[in-house]
């Protein structure tokens, strides 16, 4: 059976707003252990390490070039896929999900219609902090993250406080339903069991969609032992263990059919997996291009260098982006509203009252 090693980076549970990890994401190769072996040996004949590992790697200006020609050889002659998501953005999509979106569905409006949840969070990703005020807007998406962890009354009314303490006149129609209104089926949306704002759902669901492509039958997931792989480790079990036929349309080259090709999944000791070894050199890479092309960090692999490597069906990435006219192209048609509620009835919580 086809074996698809993975592994993540970036990950902070809840708390999509910690400083210091920006981004996260996930990078999955189909290479077997042997082979993963033998480009070890081949692109760094001297390591001396028991284990192989991108951060301790990238350090050093003498590995950059050699790092960069290991990832050539994967994604040239291997299946891979990356993904990495901007968690700010994230936190935004689930604040338009959660926060905003009930309000529109009362009314019988299909916010998710041509991915305008996706343009509305990138215009308040990238220019709320300007028009709706700082600190104002960071404390208002602290207030959610608070609000969808805690499940409150204290919480969810801070969170109301929050947003009123905005600019929010400027933009209503995406704060107002808080600010205005407090809108009961917005909290009560924030305030459902198994809602909550951890990124791994996200992450597991887009890498997925790639591996069932790339995979010609029934495969086999294997991560590393780490604590933060748990929770995916959990959630790949379950995408496996259901077995409802269905599918979704999610983008314009992508769609989610259950029951999976997936069919089993495996925890590793990375020491002993040179595959897991090479996942943990793609996503490292990944995440860290992506810090020093938003500014936020310096030094390590060229970042251009590090992306002119993947192929466009190789890269799978959530960044804010202000091209409306091209999200709406490439989302139209999609099932957005579907699969959410069908998340939310068969992987994490309870349906929306209709």
Not at 21 to 31: K, L, N, V
Not at 241 to 253: A, G, L, P, S, Y
Not at 280 to 293: L, S
Request: glycine share 6%; aromatic share 10%; with cysteine.
């Amino acid at each position: 059976m086809e074996c698809f090693r993975i592994d993540e980076s970036g990950y902070t549970g809840f708390d999509l707003l910690n400083a210091d990890q920006r981004f996260q994401g996930a990078s999955a190769i189909g290479i077997s252990d042997e082979d993963a072996a033998r480009l070890i040996r081949e692109h760094f004949p001297r390591i001396q390490a028991p284990e192989l590992k991108y951060r301790s790697l990238s350090r050093r200006p003498a590995n950059h070039e050699r790092l960069l020609s290991l990832q050539r050889d994967l994604l040239t002659h291997y299946r891979c896929v990356t993904y990495i998501c901007d968690k700010r953005f994230l936190l935004m999509l689930k604040f338009v999900d959660y926060a905003v979106e009930p309000f529109y569905y009362e009314r019988g409006i299909d916010f998710y219609d041509n991915g305008q949840n996706y343009a509305m969070a990138s215009l308040l990703t990238l220019t709320g902090p300007t028009f709706l005020g700082q600190p104002a807007y960071d404390n208002m998406l602290a207030a959610f993250q608070h609000a969808v962890k805690e499940k409150t009354p204290g919480p969810l009314e801070a969170l109301v406080a929050a947003a009123r303490a905005t600019h929010w006149r400027d933009f209503p129609e995406g704060i107002g339903p808080l600010a205005q209104y407090a809108a009961p089926e917005c909290l009560s949306a924030i305030a459902t069991p198994g809602v909550n704002t951890d990124a791994a759902l996200v992450v597991l669901q887009s890498l997925i969609s790639r591996m069932e492509v790339m995979a010609e039958g029934p495969y086999r997931v294997e991560h590393d032992q780490s604590k933060n792989l748990l929770t995916y480790h959990d959630l790949l079990q379950r995408f496996i263990d259901h077995d409802q036929e269905i599918e979704f349309r999610q983008t314009e080259i992508t769609s989610l059919k259950f029951p999976l090709k997936l069919a089993e999944v495996a925890q590793v000791d990375s020491k002993t997996s040179p595959a897991v070894q090479l996942a943990d050199v793609m996503i490292g890479a990944a995440i860290e291009a992506a810090n020093n092309i938003a500014g936020l960090r310096s030094g390590g692999l060229d970042p251009e260098a590090v992306m002119t490597l993947y192929a466009d069906h190789q890269f799978i990435h959530m960044v804010p982006s202000v091209d409306f006219e091209e999200q709406r192209r490439f989302r139209q048609g999609t099932q957005a509203a579907e699969l959410i509620d069908y998340f939310s009835v068969n992987f994490y919580g309870r349906p929306r009252e209709s």
